[in-house]
């Protein structure tokens, strides 16, 4: 979630450690006489105001790379002082070694929304050369709307950037929402997995999860964790009922043929009450019933809204949790240390594939991923487009793996990497990590993506109204999809 003005988190430029660009500089450089960010020294720099009242200047010879809605790219390795420069991560992860790999390039780094934000830099005329955001709704809620998008098709080609070594759930779900083309290249996949505390299993000599493991059986051990003992409460298992229905592993998309990629928003039909998505919602609805289970968030498993620490038996989250469960400095926000440092001496981390819905399945939820897009304005295409070439190359896939993030280029250099840069890992069974494969979207030619509201099926019709999981999953399709399209279209958005 994003955070609030008034917590300085982010990244200004990246110095020497990146390489990416910059393009549409419209505005006037700048005049100030003091400069925080040095790059306002450069000719032509464009100072971007915003609401921290910092500098943040962009020159027209640099590659500027903008990311956004991956928290570790924020974090900073320090946290002295008000404005935390959080760079250093991105360098660390990937940007050192982009920056050897493009010597000559003048790269600028930045990171939403410390000191800028997209509406920020539209408004003084700055369009990065690449920006960095995941696909799967942040196309359709920023980018397009920004008018920064483009088909990179051809471009792909041109630059000789394989799609087809690349994870396919990723390109899949790229291309769902890309109007009939393909808008950007994937880059890593914060993946879903299965984290359980062994502390709570022992305790009541019950079978750690596996690879292979089917919903029903991790059921039953939600069920014989979910208990009281004494003055104590366990509970079984908590995964997000409205992050499972969008990214379900039946690759099921809710959004009808209507005949074109850009329908008018009262063309658009879903179809929330298929089989596929009925039995995603009956399994999960399963979790939810069992008495004392009831649902918080998934951050329980460590410290979220229960009042104690290591009280929750398994969760699915995400994979960027898997280093801060274990301590490490580099995924965890700077304000968040000293207490999770507390808080994981209650956790005896265990982590495995999410459960499958049969047995024989090999399929994890769709991609939870990060992609690259050169933007349409870049006014440095092919350099730009190099740049995403080498980093879905084996080398860079192998400096992020070995970072913790999942690689959407599966290489046994790039599994075997995973992990090796983070010290806090050395002693974890990541083998799970690489286990199946991403569900792939199926049926999105024709169809146009919209941010529907999932969260109406489970937290208000059945957690708030009572509802069971079938009339939940109807009445979302008929009345409160409809609704939700019908204001946002009113409101001037197609998202």
């Given at each position: ?29 700048s005049?100030?006489?003091?400069a ?16 921290y009242?910092?500098d ?5 010879d ?18 002295s ?22 010597p ?36 359709d ?17 041109t630059a ?16 769902s ?6 808008y ?32 029903k059986?991790?059921l039953r ?41 850009e ?10 009450t ?7 919602a ?49 995924f ?41 897009f050169?933007?349409?304005?870049s ?75 999932y969260?109406?099926?489970?937290r ?6 009572g ?29």
């Amino acid at each position: 979630m994003q955070k609030l003005r008034n917590r300085f988190k982010a990244a200004i430029a990246i110095s020497a450690a990146a390489v990416i660009g910059m393009a549409g500089l419209v505005a006037a450089p700048s005049t100030a006489a003091a400069a925080t960010d040095p790059d306002c020294e450069l000719p032509g720099a464009v100072n971007v105001p915003n609401g921290y009242d910092v500098d943040f200047c962009v020159a027209p010879d640099q590659v500027f790379i903008f990311a956004a809605n991956y928290k570790p790219f924020e974090y900073s390795q320090s946290d002295s002082g008000d404005h935390q420069d959080a760079s250093d991560n991105f360098n660390m992860i990937i940007g050192d070694k982009l920056q050897a790999a493009f010597p000559d390039v003048d790269i600028k780094y930045a990171t939403w929304d410390y000191p800028v934000r997209y509406d920020e830099l539209q408004e003084a005329g700055v369009v990065p050369d690449i920006v960095l955001d995941n696909p799967r709704n942040r196309i359709d809620r920023d980018l397009e709307p920004l008018g920064w998008v483009q088909d990179l098709t051809e471009q792909i080609e041109t630059a000789g950037i394989d799609l087809d070594a690349l994870n396919k759930g990723a390109v899949e779900q790229v291309k769902s929402r890309s109007d009939g083309g393909i808008y950007g290249v994937p880059l890593f996949v914060d993946d879903y997995v299965l984290y359980y505390n062994k502390n709570i299993f022992d305790k009541y000599n019950v079978k750690y999860p596996k690879a292979g493991w089917t919903y029903k059986k991790a059921l039953r051990a939600a069920k014989k964790l979910t208990r009281d003992d004494g003055t104590d409460h366990y509970k079984g298992y908590m995964q997000h009922p409205d992050n499972y229905l969008e990214l379900n592993q039946l690759g099921a998309y809710p959004f009808l043929d209507t005949g074109s990629e850009e329908p008018a928003p009262e063309d658009i039909k879903v179809k929330l009450t298929s089989a596929d998505f009925q039995l995603a919602a009956n399994t999960m609805d399963k979790f939810l019933s069992i008495r004392g289970n009831t649902f918080t968030t998934v951050d329980d498993l460590v410290k979220g809204d229960m009042s104690r620490p290591g009280h929750l038996a398994m969760a699915v989250d995400t994979l960027s949790k898997l280093p801060k469960y274990n301590g490490s400095e580099l995924f965890t926000d700077p304000d968040d240390r000293e207490a999770y440092a507390e808080w994981i001496k209650s956790v005896d981390l265990g982590v495995a594939p999410v459960p499958v819905l049969q047995k024989g399945s090999k399929a994890t939820y769709q991609p939870n991923q990060i992609a690259a897009f050169v933007t349409k304005q870049s006014e440095q295409q092919e350099l730009s487009m190099e740049i995403v070439k080498w980093m879905t190359s084996e080398p860079a896939q192998i400096a992020l793996s070995r970072h913790a993030l999942k690689p959407v280029l599966e290489t046994t250099a790039t599994e075997k990497s995973y992990g090796a840069d983070i010290p806090e890992l050395n002693s974890v069974d990541t083998s799970a990590i690489f286990w199946g494969e991403n569900a792939v979207i199926k049926d999105y030619e024709n169809t146009e993506y919209w941010d529907i509201p999932y969260y109406m099926v489970f937290r208000q019709h059945v957690l708030t109204d009572g509802m069971t999981a079938p009339a939940a999953l109807q009445v979302t399709e008929e009345e409160d999809v409809p609704a939700y399209i019908a204001r946002q279209a009113e409101a001037g958005n197609d998202w």
